[in-house]
């Protein structure tokens, strides 16, 4: 299983004979963000190079390196997969399509070899005949009553979760059950030495603060800084006087 930054090396997206010279450099904006990088257009069209630069702001270079090939078929030749994204339906379409998601995972489990996203016209996406040339159909979710999506903004769905999934890239690492119940133990034995409970009340503040901090969903460094903090509690108390024997 290949899994890291050189694992979105090998995306390519394709775009079928795209209409508007603005979508193409909104499309490279989108992709440079992500880390994916080969661009290939089909088609003989020609595009306003302004136009096209002035959308994709610092992106430009990927429209400048791109390939231009006559048709789809071209596009994919020589790649181990590809996915033509779609959410039409029909009698000779796709029986089943990946979500993004499903998508990058099946990516994961590939060989070396470039992989294609394919998008079709803004107008009217792919053909029946292109996404059959596709190994499978990808599937961006939206609502019914206004499914269409620009096409940069699905080319920037698709690459945001590559990049998410491909790359392994976290939010943060959140604390273990265990993790859990070691910081409220150190709580709670804090509060022990400063002589903080009221007579048998110890296990209803253990229960109290576990069920806060469980809901919080602490990270595992700030579960570490807690615990340095309430480890530093009985000390500090004992260095400025008498630890109290009840609260006010």
Do not use: W
């Not at 499309?27 to 190079?49: E, N, Q």
């Not at 791109?66 to 030749?77: F, G, M, P, Q, T």
């Not at 022990?192 to 460094?221: C, M, N, P, T, W």
Request: overall charge positive; charged content about 25%; glycine content about 6%.
């Amino acid at each position: 299983m290949i899994t890291s930054e050189k694992t979105l090396e090998r995306i390519q997206i394709v775009l079928v004979e795209p209409q508007e010279a603005g979508n193409i450099g909104s499309v490279c904006r989108a992709m440079k963000t992500m880390g994916i990088t080969r661009l290939c257009i089909t088609g003989d069209s020609t595009y306003d190079p302004q136009r096209i630069k002035t959308m994709a702001v610092h992106a430009y270079d990927l429209y400048e390196s791109s390939r231009r090939v006559k048709n789809l078929e071209d596009a994919i030749a020589g790649g181990i997969f590809s996915a033509g994204a779609t959410r039409r339906r029909g009698k000779f379409r796709k029986y089943f399509s990946f979500l993004p998601e499903q998508f990058a995972g099946h990516v994961n489990t590939l060989g070396n070899g470039l992989v294609s996203v394919v998008f079709g016209r803004e107008s009217s996406g792919l053909t029946e005949e292109e996404l059959n040339l596709c190994d499978a159909a990808l599937l961006i979710p939206s609502s019914q009553e206004f499914p269409s999506l620009n096409l940069a903004q699905a080319v920037q769905v698709v690459t945001y979760v590559l990049r998410r999934e491909l790359t392994q890239a976290k939010g943060y690492d959140p604390i273990e059950r265990e993790q859990l119940d070691d910081l409220v133990t150190v709580m709670m034995d804090s509060f022990d030495q400063i002589g903080f409970f009221k007579l048998d009340e110890r296990e209803e503040v253990h229960r109290f603060y576990r069920d806060i901090l469980a809901r919080s969903g602490l990270s595992v460094r700030e579960s570490q800084r807690l615990a340095k903090m309430f480890r530093k509690i009985p000390n500090l108390s004992r260095s400025s006087g008498p630890a109290r024997s009840s609260r006010s």
